[in-house]
């Protein structure tokens, strides 16, 4: 796996720890220890998003601009075989 590959997927691992914290809260909204970790992996998920899009393509339309330039339509197209 390139590390392309394995960055998208540390954001998904990422992703879906914050989905299953974010249920847990859901249900235990004054778990503090939980809190807490919902705001450490968020801060990671940012961080890990905002890296790949900088070195590949933007993962959120936030993302799409790099200085001057829009790099929204970047991305490889699914017929293009290199999408995630």
């Known amino acids: 796996m390139g590390s392309k590959e394995q960055l998208l997927h540390d954001i998904g691992i990422v992703g879906f720890v914050l989905i299953e914290l974010g249920l847990y809260l859901d249900t ?6 939980a809190m807490e970790y919902f ?4 801060r990671i998920k940012q961080q890990m998003t905002k890296e790949f899009s900088m070195k590949y393509f933007p993962l959120t339309l936030e993302l799409a601009e790099s200085g ?4 929204w339509g970047s991305a490889p197209l699914p017929w293009e075989g290199e999408c995630v």
């Open 28 to 33: 235990h909204p004054s778990d503090r220890g």
């Open 39 to 42: 705001n450490h992996y968020s």
């Open 68 to 71: 001057k330039e829009w790099r």
